[in-house]
């Protein structure tokens, strides 16, 4: 398959952790995957890791909180491949631990806002304008349960309102989409052994890439404008 037919996929924040657990399953997949980093040299060690194993990747610094680097690097991306196929919004901060809603850290909550949300949605709105030329795309937005109305509870008000915000922006852009070739989804890897969960799991983030990834390569006809976990729609 020559590089104008492979399929390209883009994720944020795929340095490591998840999103570099799923940069490796879409590439074993058979997919072009751009690894991207806010740190260059991040991206870059990754990207040389998968490429050791033979897997055609590459490299690119973006800051979601950053428009400009948003713009740069979808770009850069779209016209180097001639193509942009799939979006993982895997990018993310937690950093209100325990914080509650009555006794709110406003800077960290507008900081979290500020990625986990208007990042998100920033890389959507370049990335859905380059689908939407080949009338395909996959965009897959990694929630959180935390993020779920119908179990919410106290504590981490911030990462648990970025993630409701996230879930509805994602419901919100797949109707929009919807008949377009441009599915847009939202899925929860659940809890995994990353920085961010400080070890409170054993859970691997390659347990938590597996609906990602399925998402991601989505059969025209299988599910759309939904929200899932475990492959079955979620009703958040
Ligand atoms: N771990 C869990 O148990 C769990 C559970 C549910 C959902 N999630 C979600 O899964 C996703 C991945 O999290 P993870 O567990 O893999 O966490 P992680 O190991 O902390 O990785 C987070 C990634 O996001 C990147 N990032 C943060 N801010 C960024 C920005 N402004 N621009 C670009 N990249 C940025 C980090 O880059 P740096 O290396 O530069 O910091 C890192 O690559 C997140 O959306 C998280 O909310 C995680």
Redesign the pocket.
């Given at each position: 398959m020559s590089m104008t037919e492979t399929k390209i996929a883009l994720i944020?924040?795929a340095?490591?952790?998840?999103?570099l657990a799923i940069g490796r399953g879409l590439a074993e997949r058979g997919l072009h995957v751009v690894l991207t980093?806010?740190?260059q040299s991040?991206a870059e060690a990754a990207a040389a890791d998968l490429a050791k194993d033979g897997l055609s990747v590459s490299a690119h610094q973006?800051?979601?909180?950053d428009p400009a680097s948003v713009v740069h690097a979808i770009a850069s991306a779209s016209k180097r491949f001639g193509r942009l196929d799939v979006l993982v919004n895997?990018?993310?901060?937690?950093i209100d631990r325990g914080q509650l809603a009555s006794s709110p850290d406003f800077e960290k909550v507008r900081a979290t806002l500020e990625?986990n949300i208007f990042?998100a949605w920033r890389c959507c709105a370049a990335a859905i304008a380059e689908m939407k030329r080949n009338n395909y795309g996959r965009v897959v937005n990694?929630t959180?349960h935390l993020g779920s109305l119908s179990t919410m509870a106290d504590t981490n008000v911030a990462y648990r309102v970025s993630k409701a915000g996230l879930n509805a922006l994602t419901r919100v852009l797949a109707a929009e989409l919807a008949g377009t070739g441009v599915l847009v989804n939202a899925c929860?890897?659940?809890?995994?052994n990353?920085?961010?969960?400080y070890g409170e799991?054993d859970r691997t983030?390659e347990d938590g890439a597996d609906t990602p990834i399925w998402l991601a390569t989505l059969p025209d006809d299988g599910p759309t404008g939904g929200l899932f976990a475990d492959r079955k729609p979620l009703d958040w």
């Amino acid at each position: 398959m020559s590089m104008t037919e492979t399929k390209i996929a883009l994720i944020t924040g795929a340095n490591r952790g998840l999103g570099l657990a799923i940069g490796r399953g879409l590439a074993e997949r058979g997919l072009h995957v751009v690894l991207t980093g806010r740190n260059q040299s991040a991206a870059e060690a990754a990207a040389a890791d998968l490429a050791k194993d033979g897997l055609s990747v590459s490299a690119h610094q973006l800051d979601i909180t950053d428009p400009a680097s948003v713009v740069h690097a979808i770009a850069s991306a779209s016209k180097r491949f001639g193509r942009l196929d799939v979006l993982v919004n895997n990018a993310g901060i937690a950093i209100d631990r325990g914080q509650l809603a009555s006794s709110p850290d406003f800077e960290k909550v507008r900081a979290t806002l500020e990625t986990n949300i208007f990042g998100a949605w920033r890389c959507c709105a370049a990335a859905i304008a380059e689908m939407k030329r080949n009338n395909y795309g996959r965009v897959v937005n990694i929630t959180s349960h935390l993020g779920s109305l119908s179990t919410m509870a106290d504590t981490n008000v911030a990462y648990r309102v970025s993630k409701a915000g996230l879930n509805a922006l994602t419901r919100v852009l797949a109707a929009e989409l919807a008949g377009t070739g441009v599915l847009v989804n939202a899925c929860s890897p659940g809890r995994m052994n990353t920085r961010m969960a400080y070890g409170e799991t054993d859970r691997t983030p390659e347990d938590g890439a597996d609906t990602p990834i399925w998402l991601a390569t989505l059969p025209d006809d299988g599910p759309t404008g939904g929200l899932f976990a475990d492959r079955k729609p979620l009703d958040w």
